[in-house]
Structures are given as structure tokens and as C-alpha cells.
């Protein structure tokens, strides 16, 4: 190499190879706001779910409906009734196939977290029409025996609520 050549050659920069004095930023402001954003979504998420006991609505167990105070009645009138011991809340209030289950304790899980955060529920709580569908049908799965005869002659038709006559059966008193 002669003495020219190297003249007219751009110095480099002493601390960096050639190809990356010249690359431009891999994340640029929109992607790093975009996961500062996202971090702190995750962050707020974790906390929330901590702070709420969100693990144990992931079980089976009836203590964890009076984690929120509004469910405390509902729990001693269950206590009280003739389903205590045979039946958990799990067992009458989500289906009892896997993603029936999942998917309503989710959707559950999601509108009763919003309600009691924010205030918009009934006191004493009232269950929801999409809800009393789903008690109905746990109704008539558990005795399906014993219903049998009083199912609609035509699948799809309407039928009198099980719980219209038997209030007092899962939760006593109500």
C-alpha cells in the first residue's frame, strides 16, 4: 500500500471496525416506547394479579369466592344449604367440560375483577342471564336422572328454571 492511497482514504474511527461506525440504531424511539410500554403493562398485570389472589381462582376451593367481601353471604348461605357438602361453587356455577370451564371462569374472572374495581355491581351481586344458563345446565347434568321426564320434548325449547322452585338449594335462605 503506498503512502497516497491511504490520504485519501476516510480516517476510521479507532474504536469501532468499519462496518459498524456506519450502522444506523436497531430499535428506533417507536419500538423502544412500544416495550417500555409493554413492560409496564406486564409489570401493573404481575402486581394486580398478585395483589388480587389471582393463583387461587385457579382451584377448586369455595374460600376463594370470599376473597372479594360482596361474596360473603353467598358463601355462609351455601354453608347453610342441602348442596354444601355434596357440591363446591365450581361444581354449579362453571360447565363441567375443560373449556367450557376455562373459558367462564375466565370471562368470569374478567367482569367480576372490572365490576368490584370499579364499583358497577348490584349489592347483594345477581347472577347474570349467561350465567343462569350455565347453573341450568349443571342442574340437569348432575341430575340428569331424576329430570329426565321434565326435560323440553324438543331439544333447544325452553324449560322452567330448576332454581325457580329449588332457590334454597344451593344457597339456603336466598
Request: aromatic fraction near 8%; charged fraction near 15%; glycine fraction near 8%.
Amino acid at each position: 500500500m503506498s503512502a497516497d492511497s491511504s490520504q485519501t482514504d476516510a480516517p476510521l474511527d479507532e474504536g469501532q471496525p468499519p462496518d459498524e461506525a456506519k450502522r444506523p440504531m436497531r430499535f428506533g424511539k417507536v419500538a423502544m416506547t412500544f416495550f417500555v410500554c409493554l413492560g409496564l403493562l406486564a409489570g401493573v398485570g404481575t402486581f394486580t394479579f398478585g395483589y388480587g389472589k389471582g393463583a387461587s381462582y385457579l382451584s377448586n376451593n369455595p374460600e376463594t369466592c370470599i376473597n372479594c367481601h360482596v361474596m360473603q353471604d353467598h358463601m355462609d348461605s351455601w354453608q347453610q344449604s342441602s348442596h354444601h357438602h355434596v357440591a363446591v361453587c365450581n361444581d354449579c356455577h362453571l360447565p363441567h367440560d375443560f373449556v367450557g370451564k376455562w373459558v367462564t371462569k375466565a370471562d368470569n374472572g374478567f367482569f367480576h375483577s372490572l365490576a368490584f374495581t370499579m364499583g358497577g355491581y348490584k349489592d347483594p351481586i345477581q347472577i347474570k342471564p349467561r350465567n343462569q344458563r350455565v347453573t341450568q345446565s349443571t342442574c340437569i347434568s348432575c341430575h340428569k336422572d331424576f329430570v329426565h321426564p321434565l326435560l323440553p320434548a324438543i331439544a333447544g325449547h325452553d324449560m322452567l328454571s330448576c332454581v325457580h322452585c329449588h332457590a334454597d338449594v344451593g344457597h339456603a335462605g336466598r
